[in-house]
């Protein structure tokens, strides 16, 4: 791709951002009367994240948010996705709030607002307070109860000044690689446990949506990553497969969501664990079914799917997942810094088909990430050169260009992500920022994709 490649056009009104979250930047762990997170508690164990990273430290942005609210004026976003961490604003899950932890978020509201950035804010991007887990975590009810309390909190103080809100990020990661393969905290491996994890999530967001309702929020709605599952070989297994991934990834969520049911392709996608969701209650779907004013979709890559036979389960574990299918190679592409790869026109296809099966119950689109990591190096000049970067961006926003001339209404995109940052398990080693982090000194130097970002934003103010 050459410098003169035509940037893709978006409707006037179509919002462009930048999203972080608060575990991955924050840092100032201990103060303020922050409580201990699930991550703090993960991140903190031995042999969990790479190097043996945390996020005391992070990006330093709870002292240093004035520099980055005025790194995003510079890019001339229209808004800034960030998540407010419960346990800064309930240290132990529940109770009364912290007036420290609402009063940090309310001094970052008040310096976007300033800088004219309009807030979207996540209330749950995975930092559960530890003392809701040591009661059970996401597997119990209780902590989708406590979920509901702690965002009518928040709403209270910050809905006159938050526009946008998101209920929860990513629940499969929370549900499946929190509790089923214990890759994200708290580093379960159930497979019940995964599925009343998802189902209270479900719940969670329901309750959440009625607090945010009741606090008269402007747009609420619920972020999900939802995967283009491919199969691996025209086979009919393979094709099966796929159904079940979709069930795992996509359906589990969408379907109560966007039609009120659970995914008809349940029972062959979790066998026996399905007769043992006794945590489904009468009067769940129309709660979790709610109209929402925006789908947040987070998309990064396809995922290629085969058939795989079934295991045995551990005895060792409480029964565990098994949906017999394996993630395989995508073949002849380039692959991120996440070996992740790198297919654009699947990203217009995953739009699409959410299309075709929801129709008009779907509602308006807000990609609220996209963005890859990628092996950045420093310059001799001291800049960040990162062509793949600025070309995957590129590619996806014409993607996404290209899914909304097929008709899908996207009102928004939101880059992952504003600064490099604590990529979970995987530790600082992987880079998603536009603006680069040195760890060593906290300063903040914005890459090629950066300033490739801000033209294209400046490209469409009139
Ligand atoms: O860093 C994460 C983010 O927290 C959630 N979505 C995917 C990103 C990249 O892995």
């Not at 509201?109 to 975590?137: K, N, S």
């Not at 309750?207 to 929020?217: D, E, F, N, Q, T």
């Not at 699947?346 to 119950?361: C, H, I, N, W």
């Not at 993607?399 to 995109?413: E, F, I, K, S, T």
């Amino acid at each position: 791709m050459s410098d003169s490649t035509p940037f893709p056009s978006f409707p006037s009104g179509f919002v462009f951002g930048a999203a972080t979250a608060s575990y991955q930047i924050e840092g100032a762990a201990d103060e303020d009367g922050r409580g201990p997170s699930i991550w703090d508690t993960y991140s903190h164990t031995p042999g969990r994240t790479d190097s043996g990273d945390t996020g005391d430290v992070a990006c330093d942005h709870y002292h240093r948010y004035p520099e980055d609210v005025a790194l995003l004026r510079g890019l001339g976003v229209d808004s800034y996705r960030f998540s407010i961490a419960w346990p800064r604003i309930q240290p132990t899950g529940q109770g009364p709030a912290n007036p420290k932890g609402l009063d940090f978020y309310s001094r970052l509201v008040d310096e976007l607002l300033e800088a004219g950035i309009e807030p979207a804010a996540t209330l749950y991007h995975w930092d559960l307070p530890q003392a809701l887990e040591d009661r059970g975590g996401w597997r119990v009810r209780e902590t989708a109860e406590r979920f509901g309390e702690y965002t009518a909190i928040v709403a209270e103080h910050l809905a006159d000044r938050v526009p946008r809100w998101i209920t929860l990020n990513e629940p499969w990661c929370s549900a499946f690689l929190g509790y089923s393969v214990g890759r994200h905290a708290p580093g379960a491996k159930e497979g019940t446990g995964a599925l009343a994890a998802a189902h209270h999530l479900l719940v969670g967001h329901g309750l959440a949506m009625k607090a945010l309702r009741a606090a008269g929020v402007r747009e609420a709605g619920i972020t999900l990553n939802l995967d283009r599952n491919v199969p691996a070989t025209d086979s009919a297994a393979d094709r099966a497969a796929v159904v079940r991934a979709d069930t795992q990834h996509n359906l589990v969520w969408t379907e109560p969501l966007l039609a009120g049911r659970y995914p008809s392709t349940d029972e062959d996608t979790w066998g026996e664990l399905i007769t043992r969701q006794d945590f489904r209650r009468d009067g769940d779907l129309e709660l979790i079914a709610q109209p929402m004013d925006f789908l947040g979709v987070n998309y990064y890559r396809p995922i290629v799917i085969a058939d795989a036979p079934h295991r045995e389960p551990d005895p060792a574990l409480r029964v565990a997942t098994d949906n017999r299918y394996a993630e395989g190679k995508y073949p002849g592409v380039r692959h991120t810094a996440m070996g992740w790869p790198v297919v654009p026109e699947t990203f217009t296809d995953l739009l699409t088909s959410l299309k075709e099966t929801y129709g008009d119950a779907l509602p308006p689109i807000h990609i609220t990430e996209n963005g890859s990591a990628e092996h950045d190096e420093v310059a001799a000049d001291g800049a960040v050169h990162d062509a793949d970067r600025v070309a995957y961006l590129h590619e996806h926003l014409t993607a996404l260009r290209a899914a909304m001339d097929a008709g899908v209404d996207v009102r928004g995109y939101y880059v992952w992500s504003l600064l490099d940052n604590f990529e979970w398990a995987l530790g600082y080693a992987k880079r998603f920022g536009i603006i680069r982090v040195d760890y060593d000194t906290l300063r903040r130097t914005p890459k090629d994709s950066y300033h490739w970002y801000r033209k294209l934003i400046a490209a469409h103010r009139v």
